[in-house]
Every structure is written in structure tokens, then in C-alpha cells.
């Protein structure tokens, strides 16, 4: 969890702070340092090595803009006095997207929440709307939208598209790259006279996952799909593999309507699911599915063919212990370390990709290969078309340098390591330059101001992934934070 304790402030540039605030009248301000630290920063802190380098930084102002007309003369503003901007949507990012690591402006657009237009297969939102808010407007029309981060009740769309790559729906619908997931962007440049862009179709990459470090998303039009009530089923299985084995299958079973499914290692489920704790048998490892009511019967007839133990099936408990149990899919994702953190600090995660066809294999391998020191979580999705599973392991932290060389192992079994402890984009991604993204930058954001670090490409273009060396932008530098 975060530290209370005070900790030095970052030599930052001095920005003309008080001529800003005279540039944005009207526009809300807040730059009292206690409320300015506490939204400069996400869940960075899941991580030992993004705790250790970024507990630090804050930024010098809050803007709240309230309109996209607002945004754009926040930036204008910023242009002229040279400020960078960071944008911020509700702060629930991992690995530090939203933290300002040069200071300047924290741009809060949680504020542009309206959900603007539902129709039937779409909505279009503003980019600071909740999506659990957007499901509201739609499911009176029998939709809801088609996948979302465990974080659901707080994450903004906008902040999604921005920081995320897919979550509970992937299973059926795919990753939010995938062809059809987004289909229009509202992006403000970082310019003199910033412009409005509509992007469509492949242009959508430019700023899908940049963090806004080349543009600022302001509203937001992507596909519903149809809404139905979800029963959220555990499964326990003797063995890691039979479990892994049979949400791969499961999650081929293209008749069941499913929306999402999980595989949790035990002692995990035992341990950490605290709500549930009476239903977890000891010992078992436990697939989380989150089945449509009309398709439980098909799921449960499948499951009882491959040998599953059904542990717990929310439509069928009391209504008030229901309740009490948040639901399956805040158990899964990056909500499994969060509970797991909640009684053990010292636990951290991974971010793995288990590639098809050999999934269930590499990530048994890897599970027997670590054992309690790297208990085993899949999230299986369709990846280019094929059910695979990514794994967000819990790992038990001992030091970095140990860290470092599990996440080595696992590259060299096979498995590609998307590395949550690491902020820029493409350490934590796949290690090279996105040169749309980079030409992307040059045009929007010419001065570079827009979430200046995030971006290795524009600030180090001759930077060797291949090193092994850790990027680490001048100001954490010049702040004294090692890499």
C-alpha cells in the first residue's frame, strides 16, 4: 500500500504557475500541495521498483476542464508558457501513466463525464465518463459495453483506451486493438492554436495506449453488446493444469455466452478471497467464470464432463450473503493482487503472455517452476482470433534483482514479459518503438509537453532495448532516484 510518510519534493522547473491560473479563468484550479500530490498518482505503487522511483512525484496544478472547449485552452495556455500536462482520468492505471514525472499541470478530466448518445450496437461518451455509469444509460436498452477493467465501478473510458489493452469481455470480444473495439476518437493536440482531431479506423492507433503523451482524448465512441444478467460461477480442479486445460476449452465453447474466465493457483483463492473464504476448499485451484444465465446449465453440464467441483454459483445463495460478496470480476485481473495486497504487502504481480497453441503447457511449466514463490493467475482472452490466456502472477517479493530475473525466466521458457514495473510505453509493452505513435507525437505534441517520460522514442531515440538497462527519464534522475 502507499506510504504515509512524507518524502522529499522533486527539483522541478519553475513554471509560470500564477500566469497560468490568469490564462484559465473560469476553468477550475487547485493547487493546494496536499490535494495536488494525491492526484498525481495511481496505483503505481503495486509495484516495489515504480514505489521506490516514482513516490515522489506530484505536479505543480490541478485543471479541471469541463468541456473540450476547456481542454483546449488549457493546452494553448500550457503551450505558450511551456507547461507540460499529464492527463488523468480516475487515477486506477498501474504503472504510473498518470504520475507527472516533470511537474506542471495534472489535467483531471474525471469532470467530462456525460454520456452523450446510446444507440443500438454504440454509445458515445465523454472521456472522463465511468464506465459502470455508461452501462446504466444502456441497459435499459438490453446493451452494456463490451469489455471493461476490473476496475469497472471507477475506471473512465477514456483513461481505458489511454492506459488499458483489454480486460473482463476479452474472452469474447478480443483486446481494445483489435479491429471494431474502438471506433472513434475526439484527440486535442498540444499546439499554439490546438486542433481537434476525429479519428477512425487505423488512425485510432496513433493514441490507443499512448498514455496521452500525443494527444488528449476527449470523447470516446465504441461498440455496446448485448447486456444479460451474469452468474458468476467458481470451479475447483485438483491440479493447476486441469484447471488451465479446461478454461482454455471452456473458453472455445463459442455457444456458451461467457464474459469472462480466470484461473486462480491455490493457496490464492484460500487466502485472499476473504468474502468467499467459506466456499474455497482448501487446496483447490479455482477457475472464476462469469456465464450468461440463460448458457450456466451448458456451462455446468461441460464442467461436470471434465471433472470440475462446483464450489459456488451466485444465483444461488441468499440474496443478503450475495450482497456482501463483491462481484466475480472484481476477483479477477489486477482486483486478484489488489485482494491478495490487501493482506500480504509484500506480494507484486507480473503481466504474462502464455502464446497459443502451447498456453496450457508453458504456463503449468512455469507454475511447477516457481511454485509459492510465483502463484499462478490466468486471464483468458482471444488474441488475434485464438483463446490463449494472459497470466498476472502473484509474486512474493524479495528484492528487484530477483524480480528481474523471474521475469528473465520467463522469457526464456517462452513467455513475453509485459513488464507492469516499468512507466514508459515501451518497457512495458514490446520493447521497441511504435514509430506511428513517435510520428504521431512530432505532429500533435511538437514541444514534447504532453506526459513528458512516458515516451522513450521521443526522449532517447537511440535507446537500446536490448541493454538490459532500465530507462530512466532526467528528472527522476536529477531527483537522485536510481534506475
Known amino acids: 500500500m502507499p506510504s504515509e510518510t512524507d518524502t522529499p519534493e522533486t ?25 495536488v500530490r494525491q492526484k498525481s498518482r495511481d496505483f ?44 488523468r482520468g480516475t487515477g486506477t492505471g498501474n504503472y504510473g501513466q498518470a504520475m507527472p514525472l516533470s511537474g506542471g499541470i495534472v489535467l483531471d478530466l474525471s469532470g467530462m463525464n456525460k454520456v452523450l448518445a446510446v444507440q443500438p450496437g454504440r454509445f458515445v461518451a465523454e472521456a472522463g465518463a465511468v464506465i459502470a455509469e455508461i452501462d446504466k444509460v444502456a441497459r435499459p436498452q438490453a446493451q452494456e459495453i463490451r469489455m471493461h477493467p476490473s476496475t469497472y465501478a471507477t475506471a473512465s473510458v477514456g483513461g481505458f483506451i489511454a492506459g488499458g489493452s483489454g480486460g473482463v469481455g476479452s474472452i469474447t470480444w478480443g483486446g481494445l486493438r483489435d479491429a471494431g473495439n474502438v471506433i472513434r476518437l475526439k484527440v486535442v493536440t498540444m499546439e499554439a492554436s490546438p486542433r481537434v482531431l476525429e479519428l477512425t479506423g487505423d488512425d485510432l492507433a496513433k493514441v490507443a495506449h499512448a498514455y496521452g503523451t500525443n494527444g488528449i482524448i476527449t470523447e470516446v465512441e465504441m461498440p455496446l453488446g448485448p447486456s444479460y444478467k451474469w452468474v458468476d ?26 464474459k469472462n474466465i480466470a484461473v486462480v493457483a491455490a493457496p490464492a483463492p484460500q487466502t485472499y478471497f476473504l468474502r468467499h473464504q467459506d466456499y474455497m476448499v482448501p487446496g483447490k485451484h479455482v477457475v472464476i467464470a462469469i456465464i450468461a444465465d440463460f ?12 471433472g470440475a467441483e462446483l464450489l459456488l454459483r451466485s444465483d444461488k445463495i441468499d440474496e443478503d450473503e450475495r450482497r456482501k460478496m463483491p462481484p466475480g470480476f472484481e476477483l479477477t485481473w489486477n482486483h486478484t493482487t489488489l485482494r491478495a495486497l490487501r493482506v500480504d504487502p509484500a506480494i507484486t504481480y507480473l503481466q504474462v503472455l502464455y502464446p497459443f497453441p502451447d498456453q496450457v503447457k508453458l504456463a503449468t511449466a512455469i507454475h511447477q517452476k516457481f511454485g509459492d514463490e510465483v502463484v499462478g493467475h490466468l486471464e483468458f482472452v482471444r488474441f488475434d482470433g485464438k483463446v490463449t490466456c494472459f497470466g498476472l502472477p502473484l509474486v512474493r517479493f524479495t528484492t528487484e534483482e530477483r524480480l528481474e530475473e523471474i521475469m528473465a525466466i520467463h522469457e526464456e521458457m517462452g513467455a513475453p514479459i509485459f513488464n507492469p514495473h516499468r512507466y514508459t510505453l515501451e518497457e512495458g509493452g514490446m520493447k521497441q518503438t511504435d514509430e506511428v ?7 500533435a505534441d511538437p514541444q514534447g509537453l504532453l506526459n513528458p517520460g512516458k515516451m522513450i522514442a ?26
Open 11 to 35: 527539483p522541478r522547473p519553475r513554471y509560470d504557475i500564477d500566469g497560468l491560473k490568469a490564462k484559465l479563468s473560469g476553468i477550475k484550479t487547485e493547487d493546494n500541495p496536499a490535494l
Open 44 to 87: 503505481y505503487w503495486y509495484s516495489p521498483t515504480l514505489k521506490r522511483q516514482l513516490d515522489h512525484v506530484a505536479g505543480d496544478i490541478i485543471v479541471s476542464p469541463a468541456s473540450q472547449q476547456e481542454v483546449v485552452r488549457v493546452l494553448a495556455a500550457a503551450f505558450e508558457l511551456g507547461i507540460p500536462v499529464t492527463p
Open 233 to 258: 460461477l467458481f470451479l475447483g480442479f485438483d491440479t493447476f493444469e486441469r484447471a488451465a486445460a479446461f478454461a482454455s476449452e471452456l473458453g472455445e465453447q463459442d455457444g456458451i455466452a461467457k
Open 295 to 306: 448458457a450456466v446449465d451448458a456451462a455446468l453440464n461441460f464442467a461436470k464432463r471434465q
Open 437 to 443: 505513435q513517435l510520428a504521431f507525437k512530432r505532429e
Open 458 to 483: 521521443w526522449e532517447d531515440p537511440s535507446y537500446d532495448y536490448k541493454s538490459g538497462k532500465t530507462f530512466l527519464f532526467k528528472s527522476l534522475a536529477d531527483a537522485g532516484v536510481a534506475p
